[in-house]
């Protein structure tokens, strides 16, 4: 590896973790294992009786622990082919004179440049003195002795081949140095490349078994001390024998040495040898230890434990990166409460589920926790976090693996993956059983908004604003119930979104105004009051529907501020009636959910009749079935103050509901409103069998006033008369008039009254 390429940081930090990484069992210096092959001396010589004396003066010998053993060439051609093949011999005892008489010479110059062979130790003998080599020679082609063979005793043999093979071994022994730790060096700059927690470990793995020269084998674990997870040991990454580990957590009897050496060297807080298993301790930062565990079957020598002490360095570097880079990454991408997947995340998680062949078969579900904003309310934020935490939980686990489970926002829960999985039955099952929360058992339901993928044709995050739109879609419609998100939704989403601004600027230019429809009294036909309807002439001079634009005020909160102003306009109109003679004139409001909903509604309406000097108990308000319905708690006391303010209350659309007996007398309403829809049926249907008369009925046993809206001919009239029905609104009286209008209207039924 070139300089340049070495990661010099690193290696600076490396030196600063040497101290701590302390073998606890040194191996004794320069003991090499028992398995080590022995010396290889290569005798070349054409005197076969040179061999044999050769190894029969150093056969039984050992020189540093190792036996010798011996290789036999009678030729410089014969030796030269003989170490192309057999690279690895420590010593070379050549005869000078052979084929030629310098074939000895020629031969060493081919070993050292051909062959390469540098650590090679070669011992030149000669028979005749005469024929000795320049110095030049043996300086040059690096020959560490020249003996004449007279010369060579037994002893000088062995001391001439003891030396030769000490600064061999020497020799490689710088070797391995070098090429250990350009090894560490290449190891430690693969392992910084690597990203994933596993796939470093696997790295680190694989690096240890190339540093031993032995196969990848054993595991690596971590430990958590965060007290979510007290102590738990768990395995990264095992591969080989113990490959069934991975992943799992770690324990005496589910890893057996394994685990004991692991737990021990976690104590320890340093590396140790023993047991045939060799543990690289890895200090990491915030609490969490690594801890390698490899077999190994013997001893290590004092250079191989060095390398492993500069590896282990080396490596809690990279962990130490690799923990930095996944702790980033949990918080740009993760929910920090659940560990869920965030909305970024989510949205990369559907662009990649969008380009896959089989996005036609993926939908993306948003979960919305039904009423947790009360929950969170009434049982505080602790509780509400612990049951967001117990719902990503169980989604995560009780769903199919496969999926993906992600919290995207307060109480919005997503899960995206393949339509068989990702269904809102077995969704809305999974919140049947209560979740078991600080001893509680709490009970939620959740509302579902889903997108078929394969439908879509946009990017990841319009998908997500597609379930939006179908999630509050089915939460218009019923709590616990789901939509799918279709095309026309789109539409028609863009459409209320463009309407919803016209009308905010319609409603600062004076584009909105009543119209009042008159109410009579069924048998003496006298107009007794009216009903002030919202009216919306655009620029262009049309007319918008109010049951177009009331919802998208409702919707977007407009309606607030609209429906203080049109009670303040129809409390003013009332005042003017009243200026006009008409004294027992009563004006009919219309309030809708989101305003009676609003905390500041009941200020509203008292400043309202203060201003404008209305009397209450002329003034009317008019509100829905649905939303009698909806919270009877809250609604009973809210309804109870609003009549203390000396109004009163009319149930409109009366009979679309579902209103129960019980819950009527509670509510304290006075009036309620026959639906349109029932007073059209009446001429259709049996007498006894409407709902108009029920209605009638009704309102008579529970002492409330009751008015038939929608009256359009005399025959209804008639039967609702005989129904007993006091009062009537609808186009056979007269269509909403403009004040002027009503006004005339007035004077001119005062005028055929008076006839
Ligand atoms: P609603 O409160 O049920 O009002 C009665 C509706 O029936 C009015 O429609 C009225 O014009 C219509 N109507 C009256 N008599 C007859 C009849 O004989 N035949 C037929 N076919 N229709 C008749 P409009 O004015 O279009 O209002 C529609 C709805 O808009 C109202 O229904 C009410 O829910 C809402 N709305 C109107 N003004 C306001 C308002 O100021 N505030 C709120 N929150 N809602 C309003
Ligand atoms: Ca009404
Ligand atoms: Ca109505």
Redesign the pocket.
């Known amino acids: 590896m070139p300089a340049s390429m070495t990661p010099r940081g690193a290696l600076e930090e490396v030196n600063a973790f040497h101290d701590e990484l302390v073998f606890a069992d040194e191996a004794e210096p320069a003991t090499l294992g028992l398995t080590r092959a022995a010396w290889r001396v290569l005798v070349v010589d054409d005197d076969a009786d040179v061999h044999s004396t050769t190894t029969f003066a150093l056969g039984n010998v050992e020189m540093q622990g190792r036996p010798l053993s011996f290789l036999h060439a009678y030729s410089a051609s014969e030796a030269f082919e003989l170490l192309r093949r057999e690279p690895d011999v420590a010593v070379l005892l050549l005869d000078v004179v052979m084929e030629s008489s310098d074939a000895g010479l020629s031969l060493v110059r081919r070993i050292r440049e051909e062959l390469g062979l540098r650590d090679l130790r070669i011992i030149l003998r000669t028979g005749q003195p005469g024929y000795a080599p320049e110095m030049e020679a043996i300086r040059g082609y690096d020959i560490n002795d020249y003996r004449t063979k007279s010369e060579l005793t037994r002893t000088k043999l062995y001391t001439a081949v003891a030396a030769a093979i000490r600064s061999y071994q020497q020799i490689r022994a710088l070797d391995d140095n070098r090429l250990g730790l350009e090894r560490v060096v290449a190891a430690s700059a693969e392992l910084m490349a690597l990203h994933g927690l596993r796939d470093v470990a696997l790295g680190i793995l694989n690096q240890v078994g190339l540093l031993l020269g032995q196969p990848a084998e054993g595991l690596l674990c971590v430990r958590e001390t965060g007290h979510a997870h007290p102590d738990i040991l768990r395995t990264v990454a095992a591969v080989g024998a113990c490959r069934h580990l991975d992943g799992r957590e770690l324990n005496v009897a589910r890893g057996g040495p394994l685990a004991a050496a692991v737990e021990r060297t976690l104590l320890n807080r340093r590396c140790a040898i023993g047991d045939g298993l060799l543990s690289l301790y890895f200090p990491g930062k915030a609490g969490r230890d690594f801890v390698a565990c490899v077999p190994l079957e013997r001893e290590l020598d004092e250079h191989e434990n060095r390398l492993l002490q500069v590896f282990a360095g080396m490596v809690t570097i990279s962990l130490d990166n690799v923990e930095l880079v996944t702790h980033l990454n949990q918080a740009a991408f993760h929910d920090p409460l659940t560990g869920l997947p965030n909305r970024t995340r989510l949205v990369e998680l559907i662009d990649a589920t969008l380009a896959l062949p089989t996005r036609a078969q993926a939908i993306l579900a948003l979960v919305d926790l039904d009423h947790f904003a009360e929950t969170n309310d009434a049982l505080g934020h602790h509780f509400g976090d612990l049951l967001l935490v117990a719902v990503g939980r169980r989604l995560q686990s009780k769903l199919d693996p496969g999926l993906h489970v992600a919290r995207i926002g307060g109480d919005i829960f997503c899960v995206l993956g393949e339509a068989g999985a990702v269904q809102p039955a077995p969704i809305q099952a999974l919140f049947r059983e209560p979740f078991h929360i600080d001893g509680q058992d709490v009970q939620v339901s959740a509302t579902l908004g889903l997108v078929r993928l394969g439908e879509h044709d946009g990017a990841g995050a319009d998908a997500l604003k597609d379930a939006d739109i179908a999630l509050k879609r089915a939460k218009s419609q019923q709590r616990a119930g789901h939509f799918y998100f279709s095309r026309s939704m789109g539409v028609e989403i863009r459409e209320r979104v463009r309407m919803m601004h016209a009308l905010r600027g319609g409603f600062q230019r004076n584009q909105l105004f009543?119209?009042y429809?008159p109410q009579v009294d069924l048998l003496s036909n006298r107009p007794f009051g009216a009903?002030?309807?919202?009216?919306w002439r655009t620029e262009d001079g049309r007319l918008v529907?109010?049951?177009r634009f009331?919802p998208i005020?409702?919707y977007s909160g407009l309606?607030v501020d609209?429906?203080e102003w049109?009670?303040r306009q129809?409390c003013a109109e009332l005042m003017r009636l009243r200026a006009a003679g008409h004294t027992a004139f009563t004006m009919s409001?219309?309030?809708?959910q989101v305003?009676f909903r609003h905390p500041h509604f009941l200020d509203m309406l008292r400043r309202a009749l203060d201003d404008t000097g209305a009397p209450p108990e002329f003034i009317e308000l008019?509100i829905?079935e649905s939303m009698a319905m909806e919270e009877p708690a809250l609604l009973v006391e809210k309804l109870a103050q609003v009549k203390r303010t000396g109004v009163s209350i009319a149930i409109?659309?009366f009979g679309t509901g579902f209103s129960s007996l019980s819950h009527l007398q509670r509510l304290q309403v006075d009036r309620l409103?026959i639906?349109?829809a029932f007073?059209?049926e009446i001429t259709g249907s049996a007498r006894g069998s409407s709902i108009a008369e029920m209605v009638i009925q009704l309102g008579r046993n529970l002492g409330l006033s009751v008015i038939a809206?929608?009256?359009?001919d005399e025959r209804q009239a008639q039967i609702l008369r005989q129904l007993g029905c006091p009062l009537a609104?609808?186009?056979?009286?007269s269509?909403?008039l403009s004040p002027e209008d009503l006004l005339a209207w007035l004077a001119d039924r005062a005028l055929h009254q008076a006839a």
């Open positions: 009543l119209a429809q009903e002030a309807l919202l009216r529907p109010p049951d009331i005020a409702e309606i609209i429906g049109v009670l129809a409001v219309n309030v809708s305003q008019e829905t409109d659309d409103k639906d349109r007073v059209t809206e929608g009256v359009e609104q609808g186009f056979l009286y269509r909403p």
